[in-house]
């Protein structure tokens, strides 16, 4: 290995090291952090990636970038880890490190008010800081690409390559054909899941999601559960993955399936192991959010929504249920928690409604980043957009505009790749299934340990 490779793989350590503490103050804001602590933590997380920017940045990492690339005799997973490396250098030394402190900061503040506006209902509270957050977006993409439409820019943030013409052109084919499932559907009769609102207790809620992560495969040497306002995965460490849940009293299926999918998520981050030489770098990262969101979801609807799944599973689950799933069966539950219809909330919807909620989500973010709908018209807007898409009315905005984290974070061009990683994750399922032609018959005795064998 040349110097300069060793050298760059040094300075690109210091940078994972510095981005998984400050994930340990993410993390840490999100669960556990008292209210009052706000302002200091957003200080912190803005410290450090000033500090990580600052690394990031060094001409050096330039300088042996530019010499490997010249460089005709480096091996195959170098020259990846260079591409990889110039994507992330150009990225970092085109944005003022003062722009990066003040997303970082803003962020912080943006999230918390969200937090509270969506428990107030409170939209007003919310919108000088989701126009902060658009302007800071629009700054970044400018400074990123100038040429370019901010949105574009945004979207290959996320989905390398990806623009918003091209995924306009797959969603259009998704929406029609969704919507014909969803009509056909609609036209039939409608399946009973009353069981699944029955009061299930957050402790009872705690050991299904506890028993469903260990039956997977989730290592708990290697990372743990807690609870959130919205579930997520955060990487602290390499070996360090944490996940977090949602308990809905009268839903239990919510903290089962939100507990499933950000395993789905966990497995991924647990399974990146590159060539040793390369741990611990950005190598050793995701290939993209969709692909990671073609783990978790299908954990959660393809495995996780499976009769063959839950034949060895049910009986445990009903078990620890309170007394919700006495007297169901296994083939109740299963059409249960397969119901499809029409609903006002992303993270709760089924697999068929879920990409319309993407689509929906898409088509706004657009808009709002050409500036052709403005913050104040958004929840006017969105509500009209549920009424086109499900002829539903939307209370209030809670329920609304203000029910994802996701525009709070500035994460403008994230959602696409929820409904990228559906179709991903069919096509890895399908193949896989082909190369193990027992598979379900192994997941329906107890076995997924095969899955996550082949996806590693
Ligand atoms: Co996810």
């Known amino acids: 290995m040349l110097d300069d490779m060793k050298h760059l793989i040094e300075l690109d350590k210091e940078h994972t ?31 450090m990636e000033g500090l990580s920017h600052e690394k990031a940045v060094n001409p050096e990492i330039g300088k042996m970038l530019d010499n ?38 803003q962020t912080s503040l943006s999230q918390a008010a969200w937090v509270q506006a969506r428990k107030d209902n409170d939209f007003a509270r919310f919108a000088p800081h989701l126009q902060k957050m658009i302007d800071l977006n629009l700054e970044m993409a400018r400074n990123l690409n100038p040429t370019a439409k901010p949105y574009d820019v945004l979207l290959d943030l996320y989905e390398f390559g990806s623009t918003e013409e091209s995924i306009a052109a797959v969603f259009s084919m998704l929406k029609s054909d969704l919507e014909n499932v969803l009509k056909k559907i609609r036209s039939r009769p409608q399946v009973d899941d009353s069981f699944l609102h029955k009061k299930v207790s957050q402790a009872a809620q705690e050991k299904m999601s506890g028993y469903i992560m260990d039956v997977i495969g989730f290592d708990r ?13 955060t990487t602290l460490g390499r070996d360090d993955v944490r996940i977090t849940t949602r ?80 007297g169901v069966s296994l083939d109740a539950f299963v059409r249960a928690i397969n119901k499809v219809e029409t609903s006002l909330i992303r993270t709760e919807a089924d697999e068929v409604t879920y990409g319309l909620h993407i689509i929906a989500r898409f088509e706004l973010e657009a808009a709002l980043m050409r500036g052709s ?8 807007a969105w509500n009209a957009k549920i009424k086109e898409l499900f002829d539903l009315d939307v209370p209030d905005n809670a329920r609304g505009c203000l029910q994802d984290v996701h525009w709070s974070m500035g994460a403008f061009g994230y959602f696409p790749s929820y409904a990228l990683g559906n179709l991903y994750a069919a096509q890895f399922w399908t193949t896989m299934k082909g190369e193990i032609p027992d598979l379900e018959k192994r997941i329906e005795e107890g076995d997924s340990a095969a899955v996550l064998a082949w996806l590693r």
Not at 221 to 233: E, I, M, Q, S, V
Not at 260 to 279: K, L, T
């Open 68 to 105: 490997m690339e010249a460089d005709e005799k480096i091996e195959a997973i170098e020259k990846a880890y260079v591409r990889v490396m110039r994507r992330e250098y150009d990225k970092e030394t085109k944005l003022p490190s003062g722009l990066v402190t003040e997303m970082a900061r």
């Open 221 to 233: 040497t290697r990372g743990r559960l807690d609870k959130t306002a919205h579930p997520f995965t």
């Open 373 to 380: 709908l403005a913050v104040a018209d958004l929840p006017a």
């Open 247 to 326: 308990y809905v009293e009268d839903f239990f299926p919510s903290s089962i399936f939100s507990t499933v999918h950000e395993s789905g998520h966990a497995f991924y981050e647990m399974g990146i192991d590159p060539h040793p030489d390369f741990r611990g770098t950005r190598l050793a990262d995701a290939a993209s959010m969709a692909v990671h969101e073609s783990q978790s979801r299908m954990w959660e609807n393809i495995i996780g929504r499976s009769a063959f799944f839950w034949k060895k599973h049910y009986k445990a689950v009903a078990a620890l249920s309170e007394g919700a799933l006495d």
């Open 17 to 47: 090291l510095l981005s998984h503490i400050g994930a340990v103050l993410g993390w840490d804001q999100e669960t556990y952090l008292p209210e009052r602590g706000i302002e200091e933590r957003a200080e912190q997380i803005a410290f």
